[in-house]
């Protein structure tokens, strides 16, 4: 097993056993581990680098405050005998939306980005009513549960997005010459403002974030690309372009509702940006269908419909113009789709091209 833990090893605070090595971000190991006590399993995260502790446990503190169900719950911190902290959250089964969309989806339709967009809003309202601002909003601090399946998401590391302001300091200070893997990461998703002033957290520049992250679902691309050459951009806000996919006919009333909606979250003046709740109030004006997605194979192609063998259900039947996205329709490719009732055979819309 990675990290500093292994599934031999004690209890950690004669509590929680280590069972595997989920992953690692930027700053911390992430495992699954099995709760003695109340004999559940949950994740359990624990710094890289042991100078990160006081931080740690400043944030964890902080992130407990946070109740809402789009947001990871804190459940717990402690510290072992050496001094190694470890924060206990909630287990969500599924993955970040980075793996999620990465290689696999490289952009969804504007129905799901509605559905994550409001849900991200409810989130953020919840925390700012505490006063808690996240700072490091990007997909991978975004879990999706049921993976592919997007039924909802939730929005974690409130607690542990604190670390990465030691080493953007770093980075803002040294005119952006380092090759730090949580700076490049976060970037694309940084407000004008988290750039020139990096240690003054905000509400707004949370807004930011969670705009350039639903338009990047949209579109397939960040608002203003990615990497050092994105500092440029990001800092004028010239507004990103209008994602080309939402101009067929079955997406395009939503999909500019929802472009519009970024567009607000991206304006440069903080202060001209809605807040959170305005986010949620907007976004509960929107028609947006609750879909889960499913997986599934090309089995029939004909010159406007054609037939997906399901994973996990009964075959469907498909339209040309359903596909969002540049579609790639032959027999034998993966698609990623919503189940609708249809007589004969249920209809699938959206259709998305599932990997290369």
């Not at 994550?116 to 996240?134: C, E, F, M, P, R």
């Not at 579109?219 to 080309?244: D, M, Q």
Request: hydrophobic share 40%; aromatic share 8%; glycine share 8%.
């Amino acid at each position: 097993m990675k990290g500093p833990l292994s599934e031999t090893g004690p209890l950690v605070g004669d509590r929680y056993k280590a069972l595997s090595w989920i992953n690692a971000g930027g700053m911390q190991h992430v495992y699954l581990a099995k709760d003695s006590l109340f004999g559940r399993e949950v994740a359990l995260k624990t710094p890289k680098d042991d100078g990160g502790n006081s931080r740690f446990r400043h944030s964890a503190s902080v992130s407990a405050k946070i109740n809402h169900p789009n947001v990871a719950k804190t459940l717990d911190y402690l510290e072992d005998a050496a001094g190694r902290a470890y924060l206990i959250e909630e287990l969500v089964s599924g993955a970040d939306l980075e793996s999620v969309m990465s290689n696999k989806l490289r952009c969804v339709p504007p129905s799901t980005c509605a559905r994550v967009l409001h849900q991200l809003a409810k989130g953020l309202v919840a925390s700012h009513h505490a006063n808690v601002v996240h700072r490091d909003l990007k997909p991978s601090n975004i879990m999706v549960v049921g993976g592919f399946r997007f039924a909802a998401v939730k929005i974690t590391d409130f607690g542990i997005a604190k670390l990465a302001e030691a080493e953007i300091g770093l980075w803002a200070e040294s005119k952006g010459s380092t090759s730090s893997k949580t700076v490049l990461g976060a970037i694309p998703y940084m407000s004008p403002e988290s750039i020139t002033e990096f240690k003054v957290a905000t509400k707004p520049s949370d807004v930011w974030s969670i705009g350039a992250i639903v338009y990047e679902m949209l579109s397939g691309l960040p608002p203003f690309g990615g990497g050092l050459k994105s500092i440029l951009k990001i800092t004028e806000a010239v507004p990103p372009a209008r994602p080309i996919q939402i101009s067929a006919a079955q997406f395009r009333s939503l999909g500019s509702q929802v472009y519009d909606i970024i567009l607000s979250c991206l304006q440069k003046d903080p202060q001209k940006r809605p807040t959170a709740e305005f986010l949620v109030q907007a976004c509960e004006e929107l028609c947006y269908s609750p879909d889960e997605y499913e997986l599934g194979t090309i089995t029939r192609v004909d010159p406007a419909t054609g037939f997906i063998r399901a994973d996990d259900g009964p075959d469907l039947m498909y339209h040309r113009s359903n596909f969002y996205g540049t579609a790639s329709i032959k027999v034998g490719k993966r698609v990623w789709f919503a189940r609708h009732p249809g007589t004969g055979n249920d209809r699938a819309f959206p259709v998305v091209n599932y990997g290369d």
